[in-house]
């Protein structure tokens, strides 16, 4: 009988396979949480990394720049200028210029004018000479109208769509004339004050349905200011001379009449700030009250800055910063002797001397400080954040800050 060989059996026990079972789906565990945290450690670096440089780029100042373009500048040291829906305006006594950032002609519009001033909001502007008769009515294509007043003008205040208002005066008697942007008379009359009354500024709405009049008043010994609003909507045809509302305010002069919306209104004091509020019948929503003289008071459509004396140097001053809703965004000192104060484009603030310039930010920071060899006229900021237009005298320069 052939011999039959034994088969070897093993037996394995099953704890010694769940062991290793387990021991396996704890490595795999392990490299899973290791490949987590690296993961992990990396995007936070990263993103520690991004942070750093975003608030490197925050604070930094600038001190120097790099020139892209340069454009020789042959205008007079008369010649102003302006930005208009992103491109440049250039205006003097003897026309208006209107250029793109390269300095390629878009339009131009030849006048002679004793002492031209502008208006301009949003895609339209106008240009009137003051104590003259004239007034051309521009949009980004060119001129869309003219006026030629009978009465020397004393201000104007242009709609967004083109509609303007004229305050004019002869013999002591102050007249309000409103006309379309091809420069047809829409409406008008005498503006009807006490003797001793004079108005001091008038702006029209975007919408060119409310127009505010400030008028100032010495009758009683002291002065004082009336803030008048009309409606030419149907909600002012029910009131007399179309006038819904009117606010009087004692010891107060008030220059300047702002609408930097439809249904907002500011208005600067010698010695109060006061906003209104209301899409119809424009009402006071508050009164800032400034407890120091003034220097400077600039703003744009978000944003309002005063300037006071700091001290008793005269260079050193003290600058506030408020949104249009009147919330106290910045307060900051700062020493330089300085012509003028504005807000750029992109809502930083320009400051500006005959050579020298200085730039801040919303936060505060000082982002850029420069003295020129040649005489500073005007800045523009760029598409992004390090590039500016400088007009300098006999030169336009595109750069970039570093």
């Known amino acids: 009988m052939a011999d039959i060989r034994k088969q070897k059996f093993y037996t394995v026990e099953t704890g010694t396979v769940k062991t290793k079972t387990d ?131 004393e201000a104007i205040s242009i709609a967004a769509q083109g509609t303007i208002a004229v305050l004019a005066q002869q013999d002591g008697i102050s007249y309000l004339e409103l006309y379309n942007k091809s420069g047809d008379n829409l409406a008008g009359g005498q503006i009807h004050v006490t003797n001793s009354g004079y108005p001091l500024d008038i702006a ?69 700030v006061i906003r209104f509020e209301g899409a119809q019948k424009p009402e006071e929503a ?34 506030q910063i408020y949104h249009m809703d009147g919330t106290l965004l910045l307060e900051r000192d700062f020493t330089m002797p300085y012509r003028n104060i504005e807000f750029l484009g992109n809502h930083e603030i320009c400051i500006r001397d005959e050579f020298e310039c200085a730039i801040y930010t919303l936060r505060g920071v000082k982002k850029f400080t420069y003295k020129f060899d040649n005489a500073l006229y005007k800045i523009f900021s760029g598409k992004t954040g390090r590039r500016y237009t400088f007009i300098l005298d006999g030169v336009m320069e595109q750069v970039k800050l570093k």
Do not use: C
Request: aromatic share 12%; hydrophobic share 40%; charged share 20%.
């Open 204 to 272: 029209l709405s975007d919408d060119a349905t409310k127009l505010a009049v400030s008028i100032l008043d010495i009758s009683k010994g002291a002065a004082q200011t009336t803030i008048s609003f009309y409606n030419f909507a149907s909600v002012g045809q029910n009131e007399i001379d179309n006038m819904v509302g009117s606010y009087t305010y004692a010891d107060t002069v008030v220059p300047e009449l702002a609408f930097t919306s439809n249904s907002r209104l500011v208005a600067f004091g010698d010695n109060k």
């Open 286 to 319: 508050q009164v800032i009250k400034l407890e120091k003289e003034v220097k400077s008071i600039f703003y744009d459509n978000d944003y309002f800055g005063l300037v006071y004396h700091n001290g008793d140097s005269a260079d050193s001053h003290n600058m």
């Open 23 to 153: 021991e396996f789906e704890r490595k795999i565990r392990a490299h899973r949480k290791k490949i987590a945290i690296v993961t992990a450690s990396v995007a936070m670096i990263l993103a520690v990394l991004v942070i750093a440089v975003g608030l490197y780029y925050i604070f930094r100042e600038y001190r120097s720049f790099a020139v892209r373009s340069q454009i020789e500048r042959n205008d007079s040291k008369a010649t102003k200028y302006e930005s208009f829906a992103g491109n440049i305006l250039r205006y003097n006594n003897d026309g208006a210029f209107y250029l793109d950032t390269s300095d390629n002609p878009i339009w131009n519009q030849a006048f002679e004018m004793q002492e031209p001033v502008v208006d301009i909001r949003k895609n339209y502007m106008a240009v009137a000479d003051l104590y003259g008769n004239q007034v051309y009515i521009m949009d980004t294509a060119g001129t869309q109208g003219s006026i030629k007043t009978n009465k020397p003008i």
